[in-house]
C-alpha cells in the first residue's frame, strides 16, 4: 500500500469517530448547528478523500449522505431517530469498509449492492432528481430538446442521467483530460461536444486553451456517474432526467455540434502520427528524445484502449516506423510465461500517534546516554593502568548510578510513547448505549469522566471488549424499563456512569449505575437451579460473595437468551480478561439502588511488576498486582482436612496451596517450623500459596511463551532478572 493509502486508513477512521459523536449530540439536539456543519465537514472529507482511489462504492455512499446533511443545513429535512439510524448504518458500514481496505487493500465484492441499498435509504438519487425536477429539465439541459431521431435511439428512452461538464479553460495544465473522464462514465450513451464560444481564426487559436463544452447522457444513474467527475465538481452539472422517445420532433441546434471520431479509429490515426514523427530527420540524440517520446505515447494510447503492452516491447518497436507499423498490426505479444501467483498483502499496521514532546524527551535521553556511554571509555583505560582500587570504585559506583538513573528515565520516556487516553475505548460507549436503549425501549444518560486517563495500548486493548459486556448488561439487567422507575419513586431515565482514574500505578475503571442491583437472595436461588452450588452452600454464603456468583462460569440469571444476554458467558469473559491482564475485579450491589463493578489494571502489559519466589529450587514470578500480602505461618496454625489445607489470614478462612504441588514438584522433605505463605487476590476470593522461600520484587519485561511452550498453562510468560536469571511469570488463576 502507498504512503498516501495509509494515510487515508487513518485519516477516515478518525472521521468516522468525529462523525459518531456529532450524530449522537445531534440526535439529542436537533437544533444543534455546529453539531450538523461538523457532521457535514466530516462526510465531505471523506467523499473527498475516498475521490483519490477507485472506491466508488464508498465515493457514492458518503456523498449521499452528504446530500442528506445538506438538506438538513438548508432546513429542507428534519433530523428525526429513523434518520438518525440510516446514518448510523451509513457511518457503520464505512467502518467496516475502512477494515477491510486496511486489512485487504480493497473492498468487499458486495460493496456496490450494499452502497445501493444504503443510499436508497437515505434517499440519495431524491436530491439529484429533485434538482432537474424543480428547474425543469428543459431549463436544466436545454439541448436535449435539440437532439437529432439518430441521438435519441442511440441514447434510449426512460430514465436517463444527463451530464453538463464545462471544463476549466486552464484544465489541460491542472491535469485534467475531458476525454478521459467520459471514458469512466458508465453506460455513456451519447457524448456531444460543442464550443463553448466563437472559435477564432485557426491562426489566432490557443491549443492550450479548452474552448469547448460536452453535454452526455448515461443509462446508469447519477450516483454512479458522480465519481467519474469527483475531480472536477464545481464545472459539471449531473441530474436524472426523463428522455423521450425518437420520433419527437427535434429543435434546431443553437450551435453546431463538432463530430467525435470513435475511439478506435481516433486512437488509429494517433498511432498512425507517432509513426510519422519516427521517420523526421534529426540529429541522433533528437531521434532518440522522440524515440523516448513516442514510447510512452503509445503506451498510453494502448493502454486507454485496454490493450497495455510492456514498456520494454514497446520500446523496441519504436526503433523505426517500420517496426511500429508491424508492432502494431500484430499486436503486442503476451508472454508465455505461467502467471506469478499474487503477492500475499501486507499485514495491517496500525497507527500510533505520539506527541512530538515526548519523541523530543526520548531523544534528549538517548543523547545522554551516549554522553553517559562515552565515559565507559576512560574508566576502562584507568583499570587497565592499575589505577588505584579506592578511586576507581568510587567513579565506577557513581557511574553506575548515573547509568541506572538514566535506563530508568529511558524506560520511563519510552512507556510514555504507548500511553493512550482511555478516550479511545470510552468512544464507543454513547452509540452503544444509544443503540442497546433503543432497542430495550429504556431511556438512560450515559456519563463519562476519566476519558483523558492514559494507559498502555495493550491494557486498551484488553479493556474494550469487558467494558463493552460490562455497559450492555448494566443496560439490559440493571437499569429498569421507565414504568417500573416510576413506580420504584425514580425518575423514567437511568443513568450510567464510566469513570476512570490512575491508582498505585494502575489504571481504574468503574462502570455504574442507578437500577435495580443484585439481589442475592435470587443469587442463590439461580446458583442452586444451575447445580453450581448445594443449597447448604448457597444458604451459607454471604450477600457479598453470593453478588459476585455473576462471575460463575455459565451463570446467568435471564429469564431468556437473547442477543444481549442470557447465555451467562459475559461477566466471566469479563473476568477472565481482566484477570488475564494481571488485574482484579471488583463488584458491589445494593438492591433498588444499583450496582458498581471495578476494573482494576496495571498502567503497562510490556513492564510487569513481580515478586519473585522459589519452589523447588527453582525461580518463578507473582505478579505484584495479585499480591494482597506476604507472611510467615506457623505449621501448626496450618489447618489440613484429608489433603485440603487452610490458614487464617486477618480473620477470614483462607485456603492454602502449595506451590509444589500446583506445578507437580516433589514434596519439601525438610522439616520447617514455619511456611512462607503467599495471599493472591484472585477473582473468587483470596488464596494462600506456600512457597519455599520470597526474594525480591522486580521490574520485568515480560515475554509471552513461544515455539513448544506456547501452549503450557499456568505461565503468562517469561522474564530476566537484572543479574540475568531467568524466571517463569505464574498465571495462579489457571493454576488453581
Known sequence: MSELFDQFIVEAQDLLETAGGALLTLERDPADRASVDELFRAFHTL?????LFEMAPFTRLVHAGEDTLSLLRDGRRAMTPELADRLFRVLDQCARWVAALETAGALPDDAPTAADALVRGLGGDAAAEGTAAANGEAEAFPWLAALTAEERQAAGDGRLTAIDYRPDPECFFTGDDPLALFRRVPDLRLLRIEPAEPLPAPAEMDPYRCVLRFHALSGADAEAVRPAFRSVPDQVHIAAVTLKPAGTPAVKPAVTPIAVAPPESLAARMLEEQARILELPGSAVERDSRRAAVARAVAAILASLGRPADRRMIEAACADAGTLHRFLAEGPARPAT???????????????????????????????????KGQLGPLLRRAEDGELATELRRDLKGFSARLDTLVGDLRHAALRLRLLPLARVFDPLPRLVR?????????????????????????LDVLGEPLLHLVRNALDHGIEPPDRRIAA??????????????????VVVEVSDDGAG??????????????????????????????????????????????????GVGMDAVRAAVERAGGRVEIASTPGAGTRVRLSLPLTLSITRVVVVEAAGALYGIPVALVGGIQRVPRAAIRAVKRAESVVLRDRVVPLVRLRRLLGQPEDGRVREADCVVLAELGDGPVAVAVDDVGERADVVLRPMTGVLRGL???????????????????LRELL
Open 47 to 51: 467523499k473527498g478523500a475516498s475521490g
Open 338 to 372: 505461467p502467471e506469478a501467483p499474487p503477492a500475499a498483502l501486507p499485514a495491517a499496521r496500525r497507527a500510533l500517534r505520539v506527541e512530538p514532546e515526548r519523541m523530543d524527551a526520548l531523544m534528549a535521553l538517548v543523547g545522554e546516554l551516549s554522553v553517559v
Open 435 to 459: 443503540d442497546t436503549a433503543r432497542r430495550l425501549d429504556k431511556t438512560a444518560e450515559l456519563v463519562l469522566e476519566g476519558a483523558e486517563t492514559e494507559a498502555d495500548k495493550d491494557i
Open 489 to 506: 419513586g425514580k425518575p423514567p431515565g437511568g443513568t450510567l456512569r464510566v469513570r476512570a482514574f490512575q491508582d498505585k500505578g494502575g
Open 518 to 567: 443484585i439481589d442475592p437472595a435470587a443469587m442463590r436461588r439461580a446458583a442452586v437451579a444451575k447445580g453450581l452450588l448445594e443449597p447448604d452452600a448457597a444458604a451459607a454464603l454471604s450477600d457479598v460473595d453470593a453478588v459476585r456468583l455473576v462471575f460463575a462460569p455459565g451463570f446467568s440469571t435471564a429469564g431468556s437468551v437473547s442477543d444481549l444476554s442470557g447465555r
Open 713 to 731: 498453562r499456568g505461565y503468562a510468560g517469561t522474564a530476566v532478572l537484572g543479574d540475568g536469571r531467568l524466571i517463569l511469570v505464574l498465571d
